[in-house]
Each structure stands twice: as C-alpha cells, then as structure tokens.
C-alpha cells in the first residue's frame, strides 16, 4: 500500500505541473490562477512527505526500492539529498528540540528567523546549482512567468507549510508536560483539517511516539 500512495503522489504532482505549465496562464486577475499555485503547493508538500516516509523506511518493505522512491521524492521536490535529510531526521527523532536537534532553533523562537535557519541548514550551493540549470533547461519549452508560478513559488511555499506545521507549531517553546517524551505538541483530532493542513503531519506527538507509522495511518493512532 506505501509503495501505491507513493506513486500516487508523485503521479499527482508531475501530472499537475505539466498540466499548470502547458494549459494555465498567467493571469494574476485569474482566480484559478493562484488555485493551481495553491493545489501544486499541497502536492509539493505531498512529494516531501513521501520522502519522509521513505526516511522512516515504511513506504516499501524492500530497502532499496524504498530508498529509491524516497531519493526520488526529495530530488523532484528541489534536488534534497535524501542521504543528508535522513541522517538529520534521524538526530531530530532521537533529539527532538534540543541543541543536537537540527530541526531547532535553540536560540530563537521567532518563526521568520527560525524557517530561514530550518532553509540554510538544508540548503546548499549544489542543489541551487541543480535548480538554476533545470530552470534553464525548462526556459526553452517555457516562460520565466509559468516555471516561477507553477515550479518555483509552489515549492517555497511547501517549505513553508511543512515548516509550520511539521516543526514550528509542534515543537516551538514553551515546553509542556503534555509534549513530553517528544517535546512535542499534536493538532487537535480533526482528520479532516488534519489532511489538508498537512498530510496528517500535525499529528506529530504521535508520529515521534510511533515513528514507523505512514503518513495515511496517522489518523488511526491519533486518541
């Protein structure tokens, strides 16, 4: 089932951005303009999240092929090394807002400063090279206008979306005796806010409580 949902996702989001850059213009009045912005933006997030399920090893039971959708994912999501954000997941799980945690800001709370920590603790001067080629390479079949729309900006704001929920709100100080053992909140039970805020990924006490549990189970083991 891990591997289907996966495929399904990476489906999705490949299917809509060929759809958005080939058939939707850019039309700032256009209302369904920013609607394809927004819907690429949650499948962008959806592409991260298969990933990180991969990072967990429970999209497939065989290794490689798990890990070969998971490198796949966070590659199309904007060049990841899947390598390096499973090594850093693994510190955020086994030290969750703590100093050693690299999801963290120990040092400041604000969110602004804090997202732009989370971006430069994941980016680097190989995937901005990658990103700059392809959007080249992809100029002679489209304009500046549409790989921005409907490639660049979806993206960052995926970053934004995962950040938020997955990070900011779940383990953002003051801490609380409810977050332990995890140092970690949960969204209230609403599977259907759930889903569309974040693939279920505000559920985050239980997705450190029960790491191995996939993206579209959470709802089962949220109390």
């Not at 977050?179 to 889903?195: V, Y």
């Not at 029960?210 to 579209?216: A, D, F, H, L, M």
Request: charged share 10%; with cysteine; hydrophobic share 50%.
């Amino acid at each position: 089932m891990g591997i289907f949902v996966a495929i399904i996702i990476i489906l999705l989001w490949a299917g809509h951005l060929v759809y958005a850059l080939l058939f939707v213009d850019f039309n700032l009045l256009n209302p369904f303009y920013y609607f394809h912005i927004l819907l690429q933006t949650y499948l962008y997030t959806g592409l991260f999240i298969t990933g990180h399920d991969a990072m967990h090893g429970v999209v497939a039971k065989n290794r490689a092929l798990n890990n070969f959708i998971g490198h796949l994912a966070t590659t199309l999501f904007a060049f990841l090394s899947f390598k390096v954000l499973s090594k850093k997941h693994y510190l955020h799980h086994r030290f969750p807002a703590t100093e050693q945690d690299p999801d963290f800001s120990p040092k400041s709370n604000n969110f602004i400063i804090w997202w732009l920590i989370f971006l430069k603790n994941y980016t680097t001067w190989w995937q901005i090279l990658l990103m700059a080629v392809t959007f080249n390479v992809l100029l002679i079949w489209f304009s500046e206008p549409q790989l921005l729309s409907f490639w660049v900006v979806p993206a960052v704001l995926a970053t934004l979306q995962l950040f938020f929920f997955g990070t900011y709100l779940p383990h953002r100080r003051p801490f609380s005796a409810k977050m332990n053992p995890h140092n970690s909140r949960t969204q209230k039970r609403n599977h259907l806010w759930a889903m569309l805020s974040c693939y279920f990924f505000g559920y985050h006490w239980e997705h450190h409580e029960s790491p191995t549990t996939p993206w579209w189970k959470l709802y089962q083991i949220k109390k």
